[in-house]
Each structure stands twice: as C-alpha cells, then as structure tokens.
C-alpha cells in the first residue's frame, strides 16, 4: 500500500464526521466504531485492535466504518440509515464507493488496485480485531420469532412474535446484509386475508393447503443451525402456472430479487455460492440430474458445506457454505433418488383449458393490488402458529419432523381438523416415493415382483433373488448400466433402496449366516389412521 500512503502527504479535508450522500437508494450513515468493544476485551476469542499510525486515509478507515466479522469469518462494516442499520461487506461495490469517498474527502485519488489494498487492510484489521457479530439475510431469529428486512430504501423491519405483527421503522439492533439483487418486498397491509390467494393457485385444495404451510414455514424459519427446509417440488404440463409459483407468488412474499427463476446449475460450486445470495432459490424446467448432484441438494436444504483447494495454494482451503430453500419445476418426474423424495413436498398444478389460460404478465398485474393483503394474511397466520407451536403433538411423523411440528399447529391455528395436515403431507410424500421407485428399474422389478407372490415372505440368495428379477424384465433391461449385473450389485442397490420400499410396505432384510440371505416381507398397505 506505499504507493497510496504516499499520495496522503497533503492535508486532508476536515469534514468531521462523513456521511453516505443522501440517495433514493443509499440515506445512510457510517457507524463510528468507537462504540464497539472489540472481542478480545469482552473476554471472548480474539486479538487487539489494530493502532493506526497516523490518521490519514487509509489507516483511519477502520475507526470510523465499524469493523466486524460474521461468525463465518466474513468481513463487514456498520452501516447506520435514517431507520435500521445495515451490514456491508468489505469487497462489495458499495463499500469500494464508501471507501472512495473518504480519499476523495481527503484528496486522496485511488485506482482500483488501490481499493483493492484497502479491503485488504480492512480485512486484516477486522480479523486482528476480531470483533464478531451476527449478519443475516432477510429472515433473523427475535427472541421467541423473527424479524424481517423488508429491503426498502427505509431499511423497515417487520418483526413477527406470538401473536403478534409488528412494523418497525428504526430501533432494531439486527444487522441485515443485501446483495446486488435484493429488492424489496411489499409492506403488508393492515389487515390480512389468505383467501385471496386462492384465486392465482391451480391446485387442489389439499395441496393449496400444504403450499401455505411451506410458505410460512420457510418464511418463519431464519438460517440457523436447526433450520431444516422442505424443498417444494412443483410438477405439471405446460402453461399450468408452474413458473408463476415462483415468480408471482413465492418470490414476493418470501425473497424478492432481481434474477427470478433460474437454470439449475452445473456444480456444487454454483449453488453454494447462489445460496449464500438468497433465503429462496427456484429452479426451472428440471428434468433430471446426477446421484451426486442429488445429495447435494440435501445438503443445501438442511445446511451444509463444500470446501476446495483455495486459489495458488495446495494448503489451504476454501470453504462455501451453503443453506437454502429451494423449489424446483419442471414437466417431467425427476425426483429420483429416495434420500430427496424424503425431503420433498410435492405440489402438482393442474390441467388448464385454453380458454381459462392468462399470461403471467396479467397475472402479476392482477395480484400487485392483493399482495399486501396476502403477506399480512401469511405474517399473521405465522404469529398463531407460533402461539400454538409449544406443546403440539404430532400424530403421523416423517422424515422432516419440524415441518410436521409446524403443520400440527397451523391445523389448531386455522380451525382445521386434528392431523388432516398430517395425514396430506404424508400421503403426499409416500406418493412421490412411490414415483421415485418407479423411476426407478429396480425397485419397479422389486415391486412387481412382491405384487406376484402368493405369501407374505421370501427368502432366498441374492443370486436367487437377481435370477427372478430379471424374468420379469425385458431381456434388453439386464444388460443395462440401471440394472445390477451380479449379486453383489444387487445387495448394495437393495440397501439404497430399504427406507424408500418400506413406505410401500414393502420390508427387505439382509444379512449372512452359511450363505447370503434376502428376506423380502409384504407388510400390506400403509394407511394414515
């Protein structure tokens, strides 16, 4: 940085206090960092600030831009608006343009390279200084609910309790950080009403139901550690609606932005990095994707991380976070690996004549008017969840429990009957296992296969087992990379496929003793009473 610090030798601007200039999207101001306590002092992990040595730009940025770090060791600055204040990034564009006002308070003229030194600086101070604080994106946890950044120029916060929804303009000491395509959401009206969503939906009852259940319970549930996401899966045929879900409907009233719907990306990579962008991705069009791939999206609904050699070293590694709701679309079944169908809430929309077809552009039109009503309907609809949650009883539990929580109590808080929430979500589940299975060519055989005995139990080697199987399928289907090729194969695939076959009554055993055995039970048909 020698060749900035020596641009300084000039005197600087005495502007005492700067502040951001007053724009529709920026009236904010710089927190002076005097009022933080660094790590270190507090008795928590951490080092010692960093003394400038003389107080010409560059060394007096960290005392006046209230440097941090994110629990994720992600560098920030305190940003304080006419309302709440705001997290920015060090490295981000709109700190570049803070920082550049600050030289040019000074007279100091930076390049790019000489930004580029300075978040440097920033960064080795904040880390040195080791001052931590948490930064959120759109959803935080507030004592015993949530608070919203509505990301407005006004920085509004809408805080969501028991019974309760509050709007608050200025007070709250949540630290929120936006990205480059955050936009903002609608404020909600005074009252509420739910019902007028009905309107834009074409899906049955039941699945409008359940689809509520998501949207609240995405929306009331920040990124923290327990946090686990329901991934929606929306399937229907083209021109039912399916992009509107996102673009109409689910973006609005949980995460607007400015991309929408997206390609479903190519690596593990890509998704991290769009997760950390976002509390809500939607993907368009899907039609299959890799195993691998598949775990993946797992990970991202219930939070995870991917890490990779870091740039120029074989030492050290760089890691991505990655935690997200996601809603996939697409025409096609392509929820095909059991561990995700478990993880899914799948919606269909339904076939739409051609006369009663409305472009998305008229759609959108026609619910600019009811959104607000609809997110005070959504928000208030979370508040009685949250009166009802402590306590509930679960009567048909799965495999993404807190969700099933959540649906029992929205039963109470919306006057339904007693687990009939329960009993759609798990027979929805069972019927996407169901279609996951037969997507599948073995666990198809496995099922025709156990439709066609005369009792209730086999066993037999599993050498015996493939011997059968593969009477029952075209001769072309066994030479197949889908089918197994010996008997080993086949008890490894018969293992990924235990948990899915149970939820079709179907049991499968394993086990050695002189020989490999199989044992396959028929349990009957699973019902929800």
């Known amino acids: ?28 101001a710089l927190v002076d960092s005097s009022s933080e306590k660094s790590v270190g002092s507090s008795g928590s992990s951490g080092g010692q600030v960093i003394s400038a040595p003389n107080q010409k730009f560059p060394f007096n940025l960290p005392d006046k831009l209230g440097l941090f770090l994110s629990p994720k060791g992600v560098a920030y600055v305190t940003i304080q608006t006419d309302g709440n204040p705001l997290a920015v990034s060090v490295g981000s564009k709109r700190l570049n343009n803070i ?6 308070s000074e007279g100091v003229s930076v390049s790019k390279f000489d930004i580029s030194n300075v978040n440097d600086f920033l960064i080795a101070h904040a880390e040195m200084a080791g001052i931590i604080r948490p930064v959120w994106y759109r959803v935080a946890p507030h004592s015993d609910g949530i608070e919203i950044d509505v990301g407005d120029t006004a920085c509004t916060r809408i805080i969501v309790t028991p019974g309760k929804v509050e709007i608050l303009q200025r007070g709250s000491q949540t630290l929120f950080c936006r990205t480059a395509i955050t936009s903002p959401m609608r404020i909600p009206a005074d009252k509420g009403n739910l019902e007028l969503l009905k309107k834009y939906l074409n899906i049955s009852d039941s699945d409008r139901l359940l689809f509520i259940a998501w949207l609240s319970y995405t929306l009331a549930h920040p990124k923290v550690a327990t946090s686990k996401y329901l991934i929606l899966v929306i399937q229907g045929e083209n021109g039912s609606g ?36 976002s509390h809500v991705l939607c993907f368009d069009n899907m039609r299959n994707f890799r195993a691998a791939m598949a775990d993946i999206l797992c990970m991202a609904a219930t939070g995870g991380a991917i890490s990779n050699r870091a740039l120029y070293t074989d030492s050290d590694q760089h890691v991505h976070f990655m935690h997200v709701a996601l809603v996939l679309n697409g025409i096609h079944s392509f929820i095909n690996q059991a561990d995700l169908a478990q993880r899914c809430l799948p919606i269909r929309t339904l076939t739409m004549s051609e006369s009663h077809r409305k472009s998305e552009t008229a759609m959108l039109k026609d619910l600019e008017d009811d959104l607000p009503v609809i997110f005070r309907g959504l928000l208030d609809l979370i508040a009685h969840i949250y009166q009802h949650l402590p306590g509930t009883v679960i009567s048909h539990p799965e495999r993404m429990l807190d969700f099933v929580y959540w649906l029992s109590a929205m039963e109470r808080a919306m006057g339904l009957p007693d687990a009939s929430l329960q009993m759609a979500y798990s027979g929805a589940l ?27 139990e086999w066993t037999g080697t599993p050498f015996k087992l493939l011997s059968e199987l593969n009477q029952i399928v075209p001769s072309g289907t066994t030479h197949s990379r889908e089918w197994p090729e010996n008997a080993i194969a086949l008890s490894k695939r018969l293992n990924a496929l235990k948990a899915s076959l149970i939820t079709q009554g179907i049991s499968i055993e394993l086990g050695r003793g002189k020989d490999r055995y199989v044992i396959i039970k028929k349990l009957g048909e699973k019902n929800d009473k």
């Open 430 to 456: 069972r019927q996407a296992q169901l279609d996951s299975l037969m997507d599948n060519t073995l666990a198809a055989a496995l099922m025709e296969f156990c439709g066609n005995l005369k009792t209730p």
């Open 99 to 104: 920082i550049r006002r600050f030289a040019m």
């Open 242 to 277: 399916k992009s509107f879900f996102c673009n109409g409907i689910v973006f609005p009233l949980i995460d607007p932005n400015q991309i929408g719907t997206q390609v479903f990306p190519g690596n593990p990579k890509d998704l991290a990095i769009a997760s950390q962008h």
């Open 1 to 28: 940085m020698s060749e900035l610090i020596n641009k300084t030798s000039f005197d600087p601007v005495q502007a005492g206090s700067i502040t951001e200039t007053k724009t529709a999207a920026a009236p904010d």
